[in-house]
Every structure is written in C-alpha cells, then in structure tokens.
C-alpha cells in the first residue's frame, strides 16, 4: 500500500512541478492514478464480483466492465488520494512547493517500483480471486490513463486562476468541498438503490461527473491570484474532514468482516494532526505567488 500510494502521489506531484502546471493537471495525474491502481492493478473495474462494489454489484456493468465503479472511483482517487494529500504536504512546506523532490535517477526507481507493484499485484489478485481482466478492456484502460497523463500535460497551467470574482474566508472553501465530497456519496451511495431502470447507470455516472465539473467550473470563477494559503487549505480540509467523519461508522460496523477496532482513535488523531495544519498554515499565512505551481 505505500509503494502504491506513496509512489503514485509522489510521481503526480513531480509531474505536476516538472511541467510547471497546477492543481487542475494534478487532478487530471491523479484520475490517470486511478485507472492503474483500480484498472490496470486491482482490476476492480472489470471484476464482476469485486469485494467493495455492495450497491454496485451489477450495476451499469457493460462489456465486462463496471463503468459506474470506474466513473466513482475515478473520481475518489484522483482527489482522495492524490489531490487532498499532495496539497497538505506542500502546504506544510510551503518553500519545497516548487522543488522537484526526486532527481532523474530518484524519479525512475519509484516510477520502476510502480510499475513493479502494480503487475505484481496484478498477479497477486488474479491468482487470490481466480479473475483476469479481459485483455481488450485492459488495453483500452492504458489508453484512457495515458489520455489523462497527456490531458494533465497539455492543461495550462493557470487554468484555475482566470476568475475575477472576490476570495472568500476559508472556511467556506471548506464547507464547499466537504459538501461536494457528502453529495458524491449520496450519488453513488443512494442513488443505485432509487431505480432499477436501465437508463439509471447512465444518470448515476452522469450526476457524479456533471457534480464534480460543476464545483471546478463554479471555484474556477474565483481569483485565486489573490488567494492565501489558508484558502488552499480550506478546500482540501472537506475531504480529510469527511473521512474522519467515517471513522466511527467504521468502527461500529458490525457487519465489516475486517477488523476495525481502532479506526475511532485513528480519526481522533486525523482530526488533531488537520487542525495543527491549520494552526501551522495560519501562522504564516501569505499570499500564493501566482506560480502555476500553486493553484
């Protein structure tokens, strides 16, 4: 988990410097994360009887692949666990923000350990679950995440900061996005359960699109060129604050067959470690420079 993790985010975030682009290449690296961890690794977009799929099980499956799981957790991944955690680090250290961290030799070790992880863990699930993606719809997922790779390039890099509208506090960048990370669930979470209809896949998948366009196309209207760092801060706190928000349903959980125990003490300390972030970011709280790099 932390080669797969860590040396996806890491790769991202070099990307990101390297080619002198912002948070929205970022999230275009960080859907291209997706489609290798759960396409290309895990295969959960083509596997039919996937552990985690509950509501999804069947749902909106064509051509052996589970489209609404894929468009979910697309979406899940690239700010979850590219976007929100490459923010944070650089928010925290806020005079590496423009540093490449790896050099060229360090950039191809992790990229190698990657791609090792990725067709080891390939084998792995094939071999524990008896499941092997077809081999054209796996193809066709390379090239969808070297679509995003290539979108993530060509993305100018102030792409976000064309708005001319005022900047507001940040606790309201907070409470936007913490509202968009809790109606995301509700699409995929409530929605398959609404109609069996077989248009109701298209308009699951559609609405978390159309969701997540919408809450971009809407913050793309601010002027971020005159936004602080506490601002940044306030946008990426709504997914960190909804996940601690699930710690104790986690925990409480009596029909999870893994073991939870603990979950509650690891939000607590979630929850402690984001408002020394916030401490820390306030104490020094200035203005982006207007690099791409920044937003």
């Not at 524990?128 to 290539?150: I, T």
């Not at 001319?164 to 995301?184: C, E, F, I």
């Not at 690891?266 to 402690?272: Q, S």
Request: glycine letters at 8%; a positive charge; hydrophobic letters at 55%.
């Amino acid at each position: 988990m932390t080669v797969l993790y860590g040396c996806g985010a890491l790769l991202c975030r070099e990307l990101k410097v390297r080619w002198r682009k912002g948070v929205g290449s970022l999230v275009l690296l960080g859907c291209a994360y997706a489609v290798v961890e759960e396409g290309l690794m895990v295969a959960s977009f083509f596997n039919p009887d996937w552990v985690d799929l509950g509501a999804l099980h069947g749902f909106g499956r064509t051509l052996e692949v589970n489209w609404v799981w894929a468009v979910e957790l697309t979406i899940y991944h690239a700010f979850f666990s590219v976007t929100t955690p490459v923010l944070l680090v650089e928010l925290m250290y806020p005079d590496e923000k423009a540093v490449p961290w790896l050099s060229g030799r360090g950039f191809k070790v992790v990229a190698a350990a990657l791609l090792l992880d990725v067709f080891g863990g390939l084998a792995l699930f094939g071999a524990m679950l008896h499941y092997y993606p077809p081999a054209p719809q796996y193809l066709l997922f390379v090239g969808v995440a070297a679509f995003f790779v290539r979108a993530a390039r060509r993305l100018p890099g102030d792409w976000l900061r064309r708005g001319t509208r005022p900047m507001r506090k940040p606790l309201y960048y907070a409470a936007l996005s913490l509202a968009t990370a809790l109606v995301s669930v509700l699409i995929f979470g409530a929605l398959p359960n609404v109609s069996t209809a077989a248009y109701m896949p298209l308009v699951v998948s559609a609405s978390g699109a159309l969701l997540v366009w919408s809450v971009i196309r809407f913050l793309r209207g601010y002027d971020w060129r005159k936004a602080r760092r506490s601002h940044l801060l306030g946008l990426v706190s709504g997914p960190v604050l909804l996940l601690i928000a699930t710690t104790p349903i986690q925990e409480l959980d009596a029909s999870r067959v893994d073991d939870t125990s603990g979950m509650m003490l690891v939000g607590a300390a979630f929850l402690v470690l984001l408002g020394y972030i916030w401490l820390r970011v306030r104490a020094r709280d200035t203005h982006l420079s207007g690099r791409p790099v920044e937003v």
